[in-house]
């Protein structure tokens, strides 16, 4: 074979094996990009292949509401289906109106859009980048406080299918913001309110009425939520995972409408104070999968409620952090494994 030969024949299997390679492996969108400099051959190879080009990916880069204006100027990216802009720098409500004057087509397949601690955007770059993507299902915000109720107006008015909400630390957001998510939003799955401060018992109650399919509820930090807000929680039949640490004013009462709950598989109730055993035996009596379960630093319970759920979810209990418990005297790894075989995790907090 000839040097000539050989040489087509290099280029030509190395660009099938990468073809192979791409479209069999996740590889991350900067490693594609290191791809197509390696050469013309492969550059030429990779472009055309669209299921290579369906993330844009910015985490914690500078400069990348420029970047990500010059990405959706190429043809490879007009069908982009996720854009990360998580901790990115540089990104401003003036990029997110450039991205719907000059570039709506190019997200009209956008589904998923994280805008996590993009602190500059507010509500005119929600209301920008959200009459853009009109096929969004997964939005997060996480740490906005620039975002308002204006914003979720914003939303729910330009993207009618979201089923996947982060909120979290949007301290901006009220129970009118909330009510109009449950209002437009009744098949949503997924909902993290954490440290949303300004929101009531009344703003998560309506949630609970008209988002009955939610499978995962995030209410982390949020101190002033009492029992009457849980009252109809019983509602939300396929519940998985609830997350009420900190919940100081949750009680035992609280805890009787959670436990009709029957699929919560994740249950976390650190520094839930209020709580006794009385409490925790009605979910180990109710929720018989579940699989997570943090007491840390829950002080008034003692170990009949360990005892209470050995019986009922000694085979199901992967994760059990009972540290702080200075009512539970059997906390010893040995003493929980006896009661829960099964438990490879005994702290989630530090």
């Not at 509401?65 to 990104?91: N, P």
């Not at 190019?106 to 602190?119: A, R």
């Not at 059997?330 to 995790?345: A, I, M, N, Q, Y």
């Amino acid at each position: 074979m000839g040097q000539s030969e050989e040489q087509q024949w290099s280029s030509e299997t190395v660009t099938k094996v990468m073809k192979i390679l791409t479209t069999t492996l996740s590889l991350p969108q900067r490693d594609l990009i290191s791809l197509l400099l390696v050469s013309s051959s492969i550059y030429r190879t990779l472009v055309p292949i669209p299921s290579l080009w369906l993330v844009l990916d910015f985490h914690e880069m500078t400069n990348a509401g420029d970047r990500l204006i010059a990405a959706l100027s190429l043809t490879r990216y007009h069908h982009v289906k996720q854009i990360i802009l998580e901790f990115a720098q540089g990104v401003e409500d003036k990029h997110l109106a450039i991205l719907k004057n000059k570039f709506s087509d190019s997200l009209q397949y956008l589904e998923h859009l994280n805008l996590n601690v993009c602190q500059r955007v507010s509500d005119n770059g929600i209301e920008a980048i959200t009459a853009a993507s009109p096929s969004l299902r997964k939005i997060s915000i996480y740490w906005n406080v620039r975002v308002t109720d204006v914003g979720i107006s914003h939303l729910v008015k330009n993207c009618k299918h979201i089923v996947d909400l982060n909120l979290s630390g949007c301290k901006g957001i009220s129970d009118k913001g909330l009510q109009m998510v449950a209002d437009n939003y009744r098949h949503l799955e997924s909902l993290d309110i954490t440290r949303c401060i300004k929101i009531t018992d009344g703003g998560l109650q309506h949630v609970m009425v008209k988002c009955s399919g939610l499978k995962s509820l995030n209410l982390y930090a949020l101190s002033s939520f009492t029992d009457e807000a849980y009252k109809k929680i019983s509602l939300l039949a396929h519940l998985e995972f609830l997350d009420l640490c900190g919940a100081q004013n949750l009680s035992d009462e609280g805890l009787f409408c959670i436990a009709k709950c029957k699929n919560i598989r994740t249950l976390n109730l650190t520094w839930c104070v209020r709580v006794t055993d009385v409490g925790v035996i009605a979910i180990a009596e109710g929720c018989t999968s579940l699989e997570y379960l943090s007491l840390f630093g829950t002080v008034g319970v003692t170990d009949k409620c360990l005892e209470a759920l050995s019986k009922s979810c000694s085979n199901t209990i992967t994760t059990l952090d009972v540290n702080g418990c200075i009512g539970i005297k059997k906390r010893s790894r040995e003493e929980l494994l006896k009661l829960f075989p099964h438990v490879r995790c005994f702290k989630v907090h530090s």
